[in-house]
Nanobody, 126 residues
Framework: VQLQASGGGLVQAGGSLRLSCLIS??????????IGWFRQAPGKEREFVAT????????YYADSVQGRFTVSRDNAKNTVYLQMNSLKPEDTAVYYC??????????????????WGPGTQVTVSS
């Protein structure tokens, strides 16, 4: 299973970006997986941003992004998106997508995820 995040960049505060996570590889059972978005700022631990269960589309968000970020999936393209609106300087980080078999709702711990892709840098200027 391979994941590839893209779409990062430099944006001014209040702006928007859409990240994409392309999922590929044999053995990936889309019906029973959860895709998570995480981020890591310099000097900080990796933190949960949002998650989506592939089969049902059920989503869950960190309080810090609730109402500003939206996670969605495109089954035909094997892609998960993270639409980020009203960006703030504190959203600056490397963003990662990750995948893991579904175990329970609200899977927010990075250690719960098996597959990770390389990150994409998001920088929000003030």
């Amino acid at each position: 299973v391979q994941l590839q995040a893209s779409g990062g960049g430099l944006v001014q505060a209040g702006g928007s970006l859409r990240l994409s996570c392309l999922i590929s590889g044999s053995g990936f059972n889309f019906d029973d997986y959860v895709i998570g978005w995480f981020r890591q700022a310099p000097g900080k631990e990796r933190e949960f941003v949002a998650t989506i269960r592939w089969s049902s589309g059920t989503t869950y968000y960190a309080d810090s992004v609730q109402g500003r970020f939206t996670v969605s999936r495109d089954n035909a393209k094997n892609t998960v998106y993270l639409q980020m609106n009203s960006l703030k300087p504190e959203d600056t980080a490397v963003y990662y997508c990750a995948a893991t078999p579904f175990l329970q709702n609200r899977m927010v711990q990075p250690s719960s995820y098996v597959y990770w892709g390389p990150g994409t840098q998001v920088t929000v200027s003030s």
